[in-house]
């Protein structure tokens, strides 16, 4: 049903949220109200800076309006009438050949910004624009506008009428605009000319779908009112993608330019083709008043006379003027249905980047203080990581204590299980050594010099094993810095100095340690390499061993043994096998014992003092409390971001409180 502008109708139709409004591509964000600031607003910015959060979010755009229509329909007269300036670039045929994303922000007049300022502004110009890809450049001179839309969309698309799906993105800031959002597209073109591609037709097409499928983006149809509106491109598209029509309103451009005896009332009035939105009339300026430099301003005027004497029962309801308003009020309404959704998480938002923000610390007030809580806390969470009482207990891997254990009895307990007291060993080995311990008198008894020689090379064994269980517990060891680094990671990567300051004393730590334990363990085998105790409870009798010793195993033929030898074979390889085992045992615990007394529990121990001995000087403050510049620039991004939350949330109480129209 179509749009009844008549004088009745008192209730204006409003913008309501579509179907697609879940998808969370389209979502509002806080960062979408940065523009949003109103006259009343002393703090307005003195320079178009794209600050946090306002960076734009291509192709999805929030809360924007794409005006859509075929080529030379008049849409980028419609974008300079609404922003009362010549700056778009001008010519025949395509000349938008790459979408312009311009964000128009009102601000307080020059003499009010001075006021709040105290005289001191850093711009001093009534109307300023900036660009994304020059945000620190400020434009005053609305020429120089229009000469880098060209110089840039040329970089891209080259000279000859190619076009480009990357958009330009410019912000005007003007006491005499209304804040919105508007996207100038290329015009919908059938016909390849220079370096287009020859579907041309496809790619505006898409280009332009990219833009205006997004539901919360308002679609301005625009159609010259000197052509057959039943068969616009644009309003065709326009239905495609917004078959209910709750966000669609069309623009009747040239309405001085229709044929003698005619007039665009039905086409107004909705009776040709109903819009829900309605449908707006405007005049835009000819290539002549171009060419004779006729402002805006005295083309807006003449646009109201046109209306006044053509359309006298519905000038007040069309016009250029009019457009802006509508466009404003629509996005607002979209914006107030948002609401409560939008102000819980804008909430939850700035709850978020609170907490991130008070992460990175406050700001020092006294050095000594901030150094010594940092050591302390560091040394803290390093022992209680060790002892297993960290209040960050991991829950997908062993770590800490826990993984010391694992290594203690699983690694070094399985190693030593599966080394075999024998292994190595070969009877001809133990033959030689017992013909070699006799001399060249046989031998009465088994001699015991072959049974210590064989068996202290088998001691031996155990030594390299236990040298590993140490390398294994010096890593962990290490591995725990890098694990409390990560749980104070804000306070350790705002100062990095400190952190390697850190990281190197517990290192040094722990390397002055490593040799004292490794000298400990060797001497832990030599000291059972330096008396073989036969008489030790738990060794075999060597008579029982002898006893129970049969002379049928079977021997290579070629080795000649007599029964005795066979016997002093077999009861060796017994007693080897017996003291081994005793000694695997006392080694087994002995080396844990000495890990954890030489290194882990002295590093627990010291690590407090060593931390507090060598960092905690006055020499080094400034230079371990020097801040990154990194985590500086992050913290001002943060920061900067919560404001742009708090203006958002200041700016949804404002949309709420306000009256719309």
């Not at 970089?155 to 480009?164: P, V």
């Not at 914006?335 to 409560?340: Q, S, T």
Request: aromatic share 6%; with cysteine; charged share 20%.
């Amino acid at each position: 049903m179509g749009l009844e502008l008549g004088p009745e109708r008192r209730e204006e139709p409003r913008i309501r949220p579509c179907h697609g409004d879940s998808d969370p591509r389209y979502q509002q964000t806080a960062g979408d109200f940065q523009h949003g600031r109103g006259r009343g607003d002393p703090a307005a910015p003195d320079r178009g800076d794209w600050g946090p959060g306002e960076t734009p979010i291509p192709p999805f755009l929030r809360g924007s309006s794409c005006p859509t229509g075929v080529q030379s329909s008049g849409k980028s007269s419609v974008l300079e009438s609404i922003v009362g300036r010549d700056f778009l670039p001008r010519g025949s045929g395509i000349v938008t050949r790459r979408p312009l994303v311009l964000q128009l922000v009102n601000v307080p007049f020059l003499e009010e910004r001075q006021h709040a300022a105290s005289g001191e502004t850093s711009t001093l110009a009534e109307e300023w624009a900036t660009f994304l890809h020059c945000k620190h450049k400020t434009f005053t001179d609305f020429s120089e506008i229009q000469q880098e839309i060209e110089t840039e969309t040329e970089r891209t698309t080259g000279t000859n009428k190619g076009i480009s799906p990357e958009p330009l993105y410019l912000k005007i800031y003007s006491p005499h605009v209304l804040n919105l959002t508007l996207v100038d597209l290329p015009g919908i073109t059938k016909v390849p000319v220079g370096d287009q591609p020859p579907d041309i037709e496809g790619q505006v097409r898409e280009m332009i779908l990219s833009y205006v499928s997004n539901p919360n983006c308002l679609i301005l149809v625009v159609t010259a009112a000197n052509t057959d509106v039943a068969t616009s491109e644009a309003l065709k598209l326009a239905r495609d993608v917004d078959p209910d029509g709750c966000r669609t309103l069309a623009v009747v451009t040239k309405l001085d330019l229709m044929d003698a005896g005619t007039d665009a009332m039905d086409v107004l009035m909705g009776r040709v083709i109903p819009v829900k939105l309605g449908i707006i009339g405007v005049v835009n300026r000819s290539q002549h008043d171009i060419n004779t430099w006729k402002s805006i301003t005295e083309s807006l005027q003449d646009e109201q006379v046109f209306l006044q004497k053509r359309y006298p029962s519905l000038a007040n309801r069309n016009g250029t003027r009019h457009l802006a308003k509508t466009l404003n009020r629509l996005l607002m309404h979209y914006i107030r249905d948002c609401l409560p959704e939008l102000k819980t998480r804008v909430n939850v938002l700035t709850a978020q980047y609170q907490s991130v923000l008070q992460s990175y610390g406050q700001p020092i007030e006294d050095k000594n203080a901030t150094l010594l809580q940092i050591i302390t806390k560091f040394a803290t969470e390093y022992c209680h990581t060790i002892e297993g009482t960290a209040w960050n207990i991991e829950t997908s891997e062993l770590c800490g204590g826990a993984r010391m254990g694992y290594i203690f009895h699983e690694t070094f307990g399985r190693t030593l299980e599966s080394i075999d007291p024998l292994a190595g060993l070969t009877m001809l080995d133990i033959l030689m050594a017992i013909r070699n311990a006799t001399g060249p008198r046989p031998a009465l008894f088994m001699p015991e010099v072959s049974f210590e020689l064989l068996v202290k090379r088998q001691i031996k064994r155990l030594e390299d094993p236990s040298l590993r269980c140490v390398q294994l517990a010096l890593q962990l060891l290490v591995h725990i810095i890098q694990h409390c680094s990560t749980y104070n990671t804000q306070e350790l990567l705002r100062f990095p100095k400190l952190h390697e300051a850190i990281v190197e004393v517990v290192t040094g730590v722990l390397r002055q340690r490593l040799p004292i334990t490794n000298e400990m363990v060797h001497n832990l085998v030599a000291i059972e390499l330096a008396y073989i105790n036969t008489k030790h409870p738990d060794f075999m009798d060597t008579a029982l061993v002898s006893a129970s010793v049969s002379t049928s195993k079977p021997m290579p033929a070629t080795w000649k043994l007599s029964q005795q030898e066979q016997r002093d074979c077999e009861v060796i390889c017994r007693l080897i096998k017996s003291y081994f085992l005793i000694v695997r045992k006392r080694i087994q615990d002995s080396v844990l014992k000495t890990i954890m007394h030489f290194l882990v529990n002295y590093v627990k121990d010291h690590l407090p003092s060593q931390l507090v001995g060598q960092l905690y000087k006055q020499q080094l403050l400034d230079m371990l409390l020097t801040e990154s510049e990194d985590m500086a620039q992050q913290c001002k991004e943060v920061a900067g971001l919560l404001q742009a939350l708090q203006r958002a949330s200041q700016t949804i109480s404002e949309i709420w409180e306000t009256q719309l129209w």
